[in-house]
């Protein structure tokens, strides 16, 4: 920008830098405060996640259209949360309401400013006043009435933080959570503070540069959540090429949910709200879109951390971890879902595809799906918001063999211990399903019975140690299609109906542990080992597996139940990621002696 009449794509650029450095630095303030519409702590950490994302993305260009574009389209890729998305989808009128030049005027700034306003508004299932939409109103109204003061265009904008502060200060009375807690909307004052970094820069050329810039922790929680949680999951999601209109899809989340947001259009949108039931959720939007980039949060493990942690060790697993969601919600275990992709829609295992849609989603697709490991950022936002409330955190996870997803939660982990200093313990488990999720029991246990960090660490090789699963394979096309079989040797195999029992060695690698013809069979050799290893050692527990096939691991695990004297743990449909290589009808025992 040469004058203050004219605004070009480099001046753009640094303004947002500014407005996003200033925010990033004040995200544990807009954390602390968060009450609305959930109290789960995460305002400050999802617009800043939503800044950080932008920053990463853009790179200066002269042109103020390219530049509104390009800052727009990043923001709607690394949205997160209410707040993050609502930001988003104002950059997102801001960016369609531009026409093509490479400087605009003050009064085409406030003009595309104002017109961004109904994008908003019409983004959201249910508009809520004395929130950001409201502020951000306030102050697009001010400057549009200002618009012909061209010469004082400066003076109108610091004129404008007044009208930013009286509007966030009217807030308070405007919801009466805030009224009762006696506090701003925290998503308003996050645009406000963008706005405050924005102005350091128009006034003195500042960007307020930010300790870390790569590390975005999740603050403590001093605020008390008396809200009932009424929508578990914050849900989120990109949709291309969607065959419906927006106002339909509003109405799909709206009837799942609440907190609806969606930004952008109908080539590419994306959508938040808040669900109970997120996998029957995908399972509606994948057939009119694909859906990239999902990101599910559970709010109510995010509270419990934040204020109801019944231990002051935390336990992280992925979902591989094969255990009932009783157990997972009673010891507070922390699940990170790994990625499953079919063809170019993108989900979350066990999250927003369970068992029965991936079951149905493998017998209509044309693709095999694929999976990718958790990235080491996910683990750095779970690490950070559980550092501000745990004293040690243990995290293992699915053998190192099969999945980079533990060297993620090391990385992680490394990271999270230096800017927070808290010990994290990463962990090989060296198993996988129910091997894992008995492995996760057996800590979850010992941190119930008081044992500290350091006694369940000395004992915690030899419980892995002491951890056998054998998976009994019903058919060999899943790992033929998945390249774990030679298409020869796997379809020789089924001519001669014979199953393989599959198991890990002491690494944690695959291996064959035997062969029968038929299932029945491959069940009976299992159970003969069992009994054969269990005349040495005494099971401490065991768990039933299966692939799709309750009815005949219900029956193996009577005749265990029976023959050993000890009820299983479960008997349990494995996560979509462990039943897309064992195959489906497979069925599995994991046990762990004492």
């Known amino acids: 920008m040469n004058t203050m009449q004219n605004i070009d794509g480099r001046y ?3 303004a ?29 950490s999802n617009m800043a996640s939503t800044m950080r994302s932008v920053m990463d993305r853009i790179s200066p260009n002269v042109s103020y ?35 093509e030049k490479k400087s605009i005027s003050f009064l085409e700034f406030v003009e595309s400013v104002q017109s961004s306003i109904p994008y908003i508004y019409e983004s959201i299932g249910t508009p809520v006043e004395g929130t950001m939409l409201t ?74 540069r930010i300790k870390s810039p790569n590390f975005i922790p999740s603050a403590t929680a001093t605020i008390e959540h008396l809200e009932d949680i009424n929508y578990r999951y914050c849900t989120e999601a990109i949709l291309k090429n969607s065959s419906i209109p927006l106002k339909e899809i509003k109405e799909i989340l709206n009837k799942n949910g ?33 859906i990239n980039s999902p990101k599910v949060d559970d709010m109510l493990r995010q509270s419990e951390i934040s204020k109801n942690q019944k231990w002051k060790i935390g336990i992280v697993t992925d979902s591989t971890c094969d255990l009932p969601q009783e157990i997972i919600d009673s010891y507070q275990v922390n699940v990170m879902p790994l990625h499953l992709s079919f063809g170019d829609s993108q989900y979350l295992d066990g999250v927003t595809l369970k068992a029965k849609e991936f079951y149905e989603l493998l017998d209509k697709s044309d693709h095999f799906p694929k999976t990718s490991q958790i990235n080491e950022y996910t683990f750095v936002n779970t690490y950070s918001q559980m550092a501000q409330n745990y004293d040690a955190i243990i995290s293992i996870h699915l053998s190192e063999k ?19 200093n808290i010990p994290i313990h990463v962990i090989n488990s060296r198993n996988v399903s129910g091997g894992l999720g008995l492995a996760v029991l057996r800590i979850a246990k010992a941190i119930e019975q008081g044992e500290n960090i350091d006694t369940i660490l000395s004992q915690l090789d030899s419980w892995l140690n002491k951890t056998k699963i054998f998976v009994s394979v019903k058919s060999l096309t899943a ?32 291996k064959l542990f035997g062969q029968a013809i038929g299932q029945k069979a491959n069940i009976n050799k299992v159970i003969k080992h069992v009994l054969n290893l269990k005349k040495d050692q005494k099971i401490w527990n065991y768990i039933i597996l299966h692939a799709n096939n309750h009815e ?39 046990f762990q002696f004492e």
């Open 402 to 420: 099969f999945s980079g997803t533990f060297r993620s939660a090391q990385k992680a982990a490394e990271r999270v211990q230096k800017e927070l």
């Open 479 to 510: 790992m033929i299609k998945g390249g774990r079989v030679p298409p020869v040797v796997g379809k020789f195999a089924m001519f001669l109906s014979i199953n393989p029992i599959v198991s890990l060695n002491e690494l944690g690698e695959s």
């Open 12 to 14: 753009l650029y640094f």
């Open 258 to 290: 609440d907190s609806v947001v969606i930004n952008g259009g109908k080539s590419s949108c994306r959508v938040h709200v808040h669900t109970n039931h997120p996998s029957e959720l995908f399972h509606q939007l994948e057939s009119f879109a694909t």
């Open 65 to 99: 259209k390219f530049m509104v574009d390009q800052i727009a389209e990043a923001a709607q890729v690394g949205a997160r949360g209410n707040s993050g998305i609502i930001m988003a989808q104002f950059l997102y009128g801001l960016s369609s309401e531009t026409s």
């Open 135 to 208: 502020v951000i109103k306030d102050w697009s109204e001010f400057l549009y009435s200002k618009r012909k003061q061209l010469e004082e265009f400066k003076q109108v904008l610091n004129e404008s933080m007044q009208v930013l502060e009286t509007s966030l200060k009217k807030t308070t009375d405007q919801l009466a959570v805030l009224k009762k807690h006696n506090i701003v909307d925290a998503g308003a004052k996050g645009f406000v503070v963008f706005i405050e970094g924005v102005m350091d820069f128009v006034n003195h050329g500042i960007i307020d």
């Open 16 to 44: 947002f830098l500014a407005g996003a450095n200033k925010l990033i630095k004040n995200l544990n303030e807009l954390n602390r405060i968060n009450v609305y519409p959930v109290a789960d702590k995460d305002t400050g």
């Open 552 to 590: 005949v691991a219900q029956s193996f695990g009577i005749r265990l139940n029976d023959l050993l004297g000890k009820a299983p743990v479960e008997v349990i449909n494995i996560s979509p990621v462990i039943g897309m290589n064992a195959g489906e009808g497979a069925v599995a025992v994991a």
